[in-house]
């Protein structure tokens, strides 16, 4: 696989970490995961419980190894001590300067393992006025301008659905890790890799963000429709809706042809796509009146057979019996040991040669800390002294 023989030290918890390690075990990383004995990740208690199981916890850890460490006693230090020895990668979530607090400064890290790879993931990132303010998903959108541009004219700033700040975090953490791996192997030298929810939230900002650089201005909400691309959006059929998304010229003309509506080409006010957006509404108007004299599914089949980007809005349920989705395999199915089956989210990377794979199910609290003890040098003895100590 990809990233076998990668030794990952996961030192995170909730959700943006948690995505990271797991994206570097699905490709074949041995990821351990340190938790504090007796409560672990919070994550283990959140979401639907189902036999005993958080269902959440274990779509997000899978293909992991459970230790379980003290790290407020000097014991349980050493042992991390150790473990960053012999890692590759060390990923952390805490708040910035905590991992210094607790004598894992940069000075003893590289000490302690020159070509140690560090992903530290952090609500404002690593530096600045509010790089020790807490953050969660909810904050990086809003105060990322990313809410200030999700919904209508008519609603208040709107949330995407999907935490999708704690998401993009873990996945920039991800390619920050396999970058500086790659980094590591012409140079032997580690790195530092940085990401944030807010900077990702910015990042993401795509067309809008050079626009505002352009203008100076704000853009504002417009729901459906596209800011810059008229005709883009949802409109109704005879039985539904149909979302259209033509966003190239060539796009546009085949959306006419389809139609069999000449007119749109013959009417000065569509044309240019500057001219459409200015008189969006009359070309909505007039698309939604002709889309309305049929159903969605007619629609779908003759415009996509005429190369326009198009489709309807589907619910969960529909979206994982989708022929695609399932042609994709993105629900994958995984038995855990006393907990049952248990579906989550597939890969969606694909690799011709290295496919990610479930290796493992998400593990039980500690369940390898003994078999990671004993790969560090630890005797059957000492483990026992460390369990009677609590240090694991």
């Known amino acids: 696989m990809p990233l076998s023989g990668i030794k990952v030290l996961d030192l995170t918890r909730i959700l943006a970490g948690p995505f990271c390690t797991m994206l570097l075990a699905d490709m074949g990383a041995e990821v351990i995961k340190v938790e504090t004995p007796s409560q672990g990740d919070p994550l283990r208690g959140q979401g639907v419980v189902r036999d005993g199981l958080s269902w959440y916890f274990a779509a997000f850890n899978r293909n992991k190894k459970s230790l379980t460490l003290n790290l407020r006693s000097d014991e349980g230090r050493a042992v991390l001590a150790r473990l960053i020895e012999k890692s590759d990668v060390l990923v952390e979530n805490y708040r ?43 904050i990086a959108q809003a105060m990322s ?10 609603t208040p700033p709107l949330r995407a659905g999907p935490p999708i700040a704690d998401l993009v975090a873990g996945l920039y953490g991800a390619i920050g890790v396999c970058a500086s ?26 067309f809008l963000g050079a626009n505002h650089f352009a203008t100076g201005e704000e853009p504002g909400r417009t729901g459906n429709d596209h800011a810059i691309v008229s005709p883009y959006g949802m409109f109704r059929t005879a039985d539904g809706e149909v979302a259209l ?3 190239q010229e060539q796009s546009y003309q085949r959306l006419v042809d389809a139609l069999a509506m000449p007119e749109l080409r013959d009417d000065p006010r569509f044309a240019t796509n500057d001219l459409r957006v200015r ?18 599914a007619h629609w779908i089949e003759t415009l996509n057979a005429a190369g326009v980007p198009c489709g309807r809005v589907m619910g969960l349920a529909e979206v994982f019996a989708d022929p695609q989705v399932i042609d994709q395999e993105m629900a994958l199915t995984q038995h855990h040991p006393g907990h049952g089956d248990v579906t989550m989210l597939g890969f969606p990377i694909k690799f011709a040669e290295a496919p990610c794979q479930l290796r493992r199910p998400a593990p039980e609290l500690g369940a390898d800390t003994a078999e990671v003890l004993d790969g560090l040098g630890y005797s059957a003895e000492e483990i026992a002294r460390l369990r009677e100590a609590e240090v694991v």
């Open 245 to 247: 998304a033509p966003s």
């Open 279 to 296: 008189h969006r509404s009359a070309m909505n108007a007039a698309i939604e009146a002709r889309l309305m004299t049929n159903t969605t």
């Open 145 to 154: 301008g990313f809410m200030s541009v999700t919904g209508t004219a008519d």
């Open 181 to 206: 791996l790659v980094r590591k192997g012409r140079t032997g030298l580690g790195d530092h890799v940085g990401a944030s929810l807010n900077n990702g939230m910015i990042s993401l900002l795509g």
């Open 96 to 138: 910035p300067g905590v991992l210094a607090a607790m004598g894992l400064n940069e000075a003893r890290l590289k000490a302690l393992n020159p070509g140690l790879v560090v992903c530290s993931l952090s609500g404002f990132g690593n530096s600045g006025p509010y790089r020790d303010r807490p953050s969660f998903d909810f």
